[in-house]
């Protein structure tokens, strides 16, 4: 097994390779508007890294978001162009999933919510119960909003970093790490677990009006 | 063989070229979902790229019974345009590039709807005049070899494409979007002298290549609201008969007189407007007239295609131009001096 995978749902562009037993290679750079001209770079410095050719991938991991979309779109259609081409399969993991698996949190530790930047004062959350199971969203709200149903619950991530005050803690990690994202698409794989389809968590609908009524150009 | 990829604007397309010959292509197009907007949301045509690229890359390798071990280039559409939608386009160019081993090439748009006219096999002369009108640009050009030389704009428009007064037009006459192809089958039975629409910056002191068409937008919706408020219901056909032959009447004239002015003896006429029917006829009358050989891409190669998109990449190629290195990134407003167009990163205060 070779595993790419790679995560654009918030400003890291962060791609890692995964052989099956381990994280081989590399690369993250935090720029969230950037997504486009760095990630495929990155992609070539990882396989590089490791000393590995493109032909040899098995699999490939992306993070389908939620995230601010023009990045997030980068992220899918890498990984779908890579999979078409290439002739192998692309199993969409949520951008959430991955920064909560990062936290290496058990159950006793008891619940969390992990969260990331949504821009316009909002946040793309999920309630987690551990490190792998996700009980709520994930959900694109104020952050002052979920305050009741998230209170007193530790938070993690740039999103809950943002709004502090809405949280009972905030730690880190701040961005999602693509060697989470490869380790725990590797688990499912092993495990039989679940992927996504390869395709966005948008949350919101494209902010678009229906122009009204004619207007006159020429006044009565 | 090129895979040429243009995500610019609402359709997707893919291309197959080789040595200046179109071997398969094919195009989806979000343009129904945008209707209702009575335009097009940056939006909405980036969510329907997404979708489109890899089928659409399937269906024009399907089209030339080809498969992907055949591409030896990947091309793509780098500006102008959309930036969200350019961002799919080029994303999924990179991808193919590196999955196939294959060179990359960044090009501009317009050169594209230029190289479409090459598409019939036969080069383009050097020189030639290029007319190229669309829905965002509206320009007369002095090219030589497309693939090498820096393209003069003998004018452009200064405010309005052609194009657009052709969309906002056919909203105040009630003809639904894309006013285009709308106002030509509405103009099918009309009068082209019932109203008389000024033609814009044909004044002895204007710029004689120059276009100008906010104003004939605003004559329309005058003429329609006059009509209206006058208690006769505006004659459509009339209007939107009148209307092109405005259109079509500025830019013809001064496309001739271009060519007259260059002594170039071909004139090409190019982008979504080339394929209005009035455009095109009154462009073969002038051009006869004028002793000069007129060049007009077949109706489904003037809209935005990926058959142009790898047109110029073959041409370029062929020249020995550069190919792009992977951190290309797009410019959604380059000007067109040169048809390969491979914008890099810029250095930007680092983000927090």
Redesign the interface.
Known sequence: MLLLAFDTATPAVTVALHDGSRVVSGCTQIDARRHGELLVPGIVTALADAGRDRAELSDIAVGVGPGPYTGLRVGLMTARALGDALGIPVHGVCTLDALAYATGRTADQGPFVAATDARRKEVYWARYADARTRLEGPGVDRAADIADGVAGLPAFGAGAALYAESFASVAGPEHVDAAALAELAVERLKNGGEFLPPEPLYLRRPDAKVPANYKPVTPN | MVLGIETSCDETGVGLVRDGVVLGQAVASSMDEHA???GV?P??A??A??HS??PV??AALADAGLT?ADVGAVAVTAGPGL??AL??G???A???A????VPLYGVHHLAGHVAAATLDGEPLPNPCVVLIVSGGHTSLLYVRDLATDPIEHLGDTVDDAAGECFDKAA??LGLPYPGGPNVDRAARGGDPAAVSFPRPMTGPRDDPFGFSFSGLK?AA??WA??ER?AGREPVVADAAASLQEAIADVLTRKAVAACRARGVDTLVVVGGVAANSRVRALAEERCAAAGITLRVPPLRLCTDNGAMTAAVGDLLIRAGRPPAS?????DPSAPLVDALLQPR?VA?P??S
């Open positions: 209702r907007f009575g949301v939006e909405i980036a969510r790229h997404l690229v890899t890359v399937r992907l930036a969200t961002q799919v080029v994303a999924a990179k991808a193919y590196v999955a196939l081993d909203r105040v605003t919706a005058r609201e006059t408020r992977l951190d290309l990134t797009i990163p930007l680092a983000a």
